[in-house]
Nanobody, 127 residues
């Protein structure tokens, strides 16, 4: 197992920013694809952003393009999600994930492609 622990969530007004972090303990996930997903109450878990180990491939959901940025520090076993210009519809539990592969492609947007998940951190955006 590669336990993943998210932090940085909270309550913010619309237009504000938050930076989420996801730290991996145990085995390094420096060689893996990493991603952020989110799940709002009563909705399916949806893809937000993902990147390969070298950052050569980075994907974003259309709904967050231009506002969110995924990044990683492999030396620290940590992945980040910088969220700017937040909207009430961004309210959800945000979860980080990693897969036992560094192969890039459209599969990076698929929930079932990931092997490890964190417990999530709540992000609430007020209008």
């Amino acid at each position: 197992q590669v336990p993943l622990v998210e932090s940085g969530g909270g309550l913010v007004q619309a237009g504000g920013s938050l930076r989420l972090s996801c730290a991996a303990s145990g085995r390094t996930f420096g060689n893996y694809v990493v991603a952020w997903f989110r799940q709002a109450p009563g909705k399916e878990r949806e893809f937000v952003a993902a990147m390969t180990r070298s950052s050569s491939i980075t994907l974003y959901a259309d709904s967050v393009k231009g506002r969110f940025t995924i990044s990683r520090d492999n030396a620290k076993n940590t992945v980040y999600l910088q969220m700017n210009s937040l909207k009430p519809e961004d309210t959800a539990v945000y979860l980080c994930a990693s897969m036992r592969s560094d192969r890039g492609g459209d599969h990076m947007t698929v929930r079932d492609a990931y092997d490890y998940w964190g417990q999530g951190t709540q992000v609430t955006v007020s209008s």
